[in-house]
């Protein structure tokens, strides 16, 4: 057998090392006959190491090790834990690994490059990304500019503190001593707003970036081992990101369709003391609902009959948003 290696190998079932014609389960693996690795394996069954104990077979069971090639041509298994405690300071060995490994990467991040860059729908994918991102975007712009700037800064609130609550303080009195009536005011949930996320600008933002990297590195990827494990590996990353933009986007979709939902919208109110501010806000729950304009007079008395709500909600007492 020459000296030249073969390209590396990865074994994932034991057949494919043993069915090899140069492998020899007798055989005893030295630092003296040591010549080359074959490949690396992952097995979901226990093989026996063959490196040399004093004369004889080690014999531990393990199932990640390496193949090892001896001079005259012998192939034997070589358990992890025992080639790193007893091989590892070898030049010849530890160079062989990293042979191995590296070769075994290139050869999966190829793989798994070629899948996406030999797509011709790639592009399209990307792009539709893009599309869908775009589109949220500027329908919570378009919402934000119409929202009064009070009520945008609260959802924002929600987005960062990750707290969704629609708080409202009730008032209640209390009779003292002397016949004074005095009041306080108590905080209770009443609500929650749900699918605020699409309103987070800097999220929205790192996937436009995110998506723009990919679209860019697609022309550059080299299909080639001559590109060598790290430019690969970074292509990959890139190229890989697409699924990971693909799912936020889902996500962030299904929010936003949370959030128009006009039982949601109905709630915005709930945010504000500002009367002008709640009857425009009940218009435009109505109109996510209904697709009709709603008079003032009309969103006024909406707006009596959901705080009359509200207050049932406590023994008809008086609230305030807070
Ligand atoms: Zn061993």
Redesign the pocket.
Known sequence: MGNVPESAKYFTAVREIVSRPNFDADFIVTLENFASLVGEYQLDEDVA?Q?D?QGTL?R?EHRHGWVAKAHAGAEAM??G??AAKYFNANHAFSTERNRIRRENNIRDYLTRLRVMVDDPAFPSLIQRERSRLSFLRESVDAMREELPAGIVRRIEDMVRTGNNSVVIEYRYEEKQDDGRIEYSWQAQQIASLVGVSPWNQSATGLLFTALREIRETLPHVELGESAGERRLKKWLDTLSGLQTCTSQIDELTEDWNRFIDPENLQKLWLLTNEHSHRIKLVQFAQRALTSKSLSETEARRILDDLRAEIRSRNLGRDFRSI
């Open positions: 190491c490196l104990r080690c531990r070589i358990g834990v025992c």
